[in-house]
């Protein structure tokens, strides 16, 4: 049986243990539960919690039946969710619990999340991306408890898993995009490439290149810093074809 403090345990703040309707054993939480057994706890089918205070056995509700000790601030009848009040709000889109205030999000129907009334009309949609696990650390983003970050690309990952990446690279795992305004970063390089003059076997060479932001492709001068797309002025490119010298 898991530890049975009152305050619940690392995940949650309560004052309940859940009893598991599939084995039968009484954890503090889902992911406690998760953690320990070989199979997972459906949040839904709880039925039934042990006081922390008097240790009762009881339907699951707010409060205690026995002692009338409180399991939590906020109490969900349909996820059995007791913890301390964050906002949270349960949506019905969704199927799970959000962490609010409920008025400063939306539910995307097309992507199947809540997000932030922020990202209304202004993110690219695609359908269920939220039912597909984060690319870098390869968990759930749907029920996590760690938010999700929405690139501009319209991929979804895991906010600590996108903050992350910031210090290794600038793209998208999935489709190379960029995964923020480098606008800046490449005016700067603008500036590097005009001042680093190529080597002069390299100054006439020419190589096709695939733009990761537009997806145009152009023909332009080689340079080892970076090759600016004549389209959309990135430098998120790849070369796309070999390499050829110009006549002088």
């Known amino acids: 049986?898991?530890?049975?403090?009152?305050?619940g345990c690392e995940h949650y703040r309560r004052g309940c243990l859940l009893?598991?309707?599939?084995?039968?054993?009484?954890y503090a939480c889902r992911l406690c539960h998760d953690g320990a057994e070989g199979h997972r706890l459906d949040r839904f089918r709880?039925?039934?919690?042990?006081?922390?205070?008097?240790?009762?056995?009881?339907?699951a509700q707010q409060s205690c039946e026995g002692c009338h000790s409180l399991f939590g601030e906020y109490y969900c009848g349909i996820c059995h969710l007791f913890d301390r009040d964050k906002k949270q709000y349960h949506c019905a889109e969704c199927g799970i619990c959000r962490i609010g205030p409920k008025?400063?999000?939306f539910h995307c129907s097309k992507c199947n999340l809540c997000l932030s009334l922020s990202l209304r009309g202004k993110h690219k949609c695609i359908e269920n991306v939220s039912r597909q696990d984060c690319p870098i650390c390869l968990e759930d983003i749907h029920t996590s408890r760690v938010g999700a970050h929405v690139l501009p690309c319209g991929h979804l990952l895991h906010r600590t898993?996108?903050?992350?990446?910031?210090?290794?690279?600038?793209?998208?795992?999935?489709?190379?995009?960029?995964?923020?305004?480098?606008?800046?970063?490449?005016?700067?390089?603008?500036?590097?490439?005009?001042?680093?003059?190529m080597p002069t076997?390299?100054?006439?060479m020419m190589v096709e290149i695939l733009c990761n932001d537009c997806?145009?492709?152009?023909?332009?001068?080689?340079h080892l810093l970076g090759m600016k797309?004549?389209?959309c002025e990135s430098y998120n490119t790849a070369r796309d074809g070999k390499c050829r010298l110009t006549l002088e």
């Open 1 to 7: 049986m898991a530890a049975s403090g009152e305050e």
């Open 19 to 26: 009893r598991a309707p599939c084995c039968g054993k009484l």
């Open 46 to 59: 709880v039925a039934e919690v042990q006081c922390a205070r008097c240790r009762r056995l009881q339907k």
């Open 103 to 105: 008025e400063d999000f």
């Open 161 to 197: 898993c996108y903050e992350d990446m910031l210090k290794e690279g600038y793209r998208c795992p999935l489709c190379m995009h960029s995964a923020l305004d480098m606008t800046r970063y490449w005016r700067q390089l603008d500036d590097e490439v005009a001042q680093t003059p």
């Open 201 to 204: 076997e390299y100054q006439n």
């Open 215 to 222: 997806n145009a492709r152009s023909t332009v001068q080689f």
């Open 229 to 231: 797309c004549t389209n």
